[in-house]
């Protein structure tokens, strides 16, 4: 019989009945063809007992080791092969990152994307957030804008971190910026969405109000109404003297809007329903047409539902804006 293998359930169960029977360790284990020695430690309450254990392979890593490794990468975006260097492991980078990956605490995952805020923006943000904070069913009537960028390999990526669990996140600070294979522009309200516009080159206020006619008031008549109220951003042709003649002049009503703020804005919500459809199962695209299809297709496949909901977050975006007293909030 090999001398390493288990004892099975059935002969446990031959040593418990034996050993009721009176016999003893030697007595049972010459019956059972095994040692005295595998018979008193079953019996002992030793789980899974072998006759003559091998030692395993020697731990490439010390208790101390992991400890130090999972502490380095605590809330920290370094890499393993760096982690190696810094702490001087003699093992490979594979076996760092299993390290990590058993830890209870650690979990590797992007950066989320805050505004960059000083406290004149926080100021700012926190009066707006309790001049609207009654708003209610009033939200209902707006319109939320935006543009959108797209890449042909996916969608821009934010740096990645190893999260410890039992700290804040860390949250990535960006500026609004331009760039992209593709830019979309594109708005919705409580009721429904707009076509989308597809932007060639940088945009300026000219080719903002050329999308606003031939995009924007034909949804205002469709899903708007008389009472809507238009929201964007600071970009500078939005806000340029020209198209905000062009908003008084078509009676939309534009709502005031706080600096770096597009955590209170539903549509980047949607934006990233959107790009989620568009590159689900990691697809990558050939070419911008093959791309432009897909995004109006995943576009056009969002339940009116998912508007809903998202237009009326707005009640507890402020409530939270409110709590972090102007700062970001977890949108």
């Known amino acids: 019989m090999d001398k390493r293998k288990l004892l099975t359930e059935y002969e446990k169960g031959q040593i418990d009945t034996l050993k009721l029977e009176g016999h003893s360790n030697r007595a049972i284990g010459r019956l059972l063809k095994r040692s005295e020695y595998c018979i008193r430690h079953y019996l002992n309450n030793v789980a899974n007992p072998r006759v003559s254990q091998k030692r395993g392979p020697k731990k490439k890593l010390s208790d101390t080791s992991k400890r130090r490794i999972q502490r380095e990468a605590s809330n920290n975006s370094i890499s393993v092969a760096k982690l190696k260097d810094k702490l001087d492991l003699e093992v490979s980078p594979v076996t760092i990152w299993r390290v990590l990956k058993e830890s209870a605490h650690l979990k590797f995952t992007k950066m ?16 707006w957030a309790k001049e609207k904070i009654c708003w209610g069913n009033l939200w209902k009537n707006v319109i939320w804008s935006d543009e959108k960028k797209f890449n042909l390999d996916g969608p821009d990526g934010f740096a990645s971190y190893w999260h410890d669990l039992r700290k ?9 910026t331009g760039g992209g294979s593709l830019m979309i522009w594109g708005c919705f309200n409580y009721n429904g969405k707009s076509s989308l ?20 008031l034909p949804f205002k008549v469709k899903f708007g109404g008389e009472n809507v109220i238009f929201q964007q951003d600071g970009a500078k042709c939005h806000t340029a003297r020209s198209t905000m003649k062009w908003f008084k002049d078509q009676n939309i009503e534009v709502m005031d809007w706080p600096p770096y703020s597009p955590d209170l804005s539903p549509i980047e919500n949607l934006w990233g329903i959107l790009v989620r459809k568009v590159y689900e199962n990691g697809r990558q695209f050939d070419n911008v047409n093959d791309l432009k299809v897909a995004i109006i297709r995943s576009w056009t496949e969002i339940p009116t539902e998912t508007l809903e909901i998202l237009s009326m977050t707005m009640s507890n975006r402020l409530y939270e804006l409110i709590l972090a007293r102007g700062g970001p909030i977890k949108y």
Request: aromatic share 6%; charged share 35%.
């Open 112 to 127: 989320k994307k805050k505004p960059l805020l000083n406290s004149q923006h926080k100021q700012k943000r926190l009066l």
């Open 197 to 216: 516009a597809f932007i060639s080159g940088r945009q300026d206020q000219h080719e903002y109000q050329d999308i606003l006619e031939r995009h924007l």
């Open 168 to 176: 804040e996140e860390i949250l990535f600070s960006k500026r609004h």
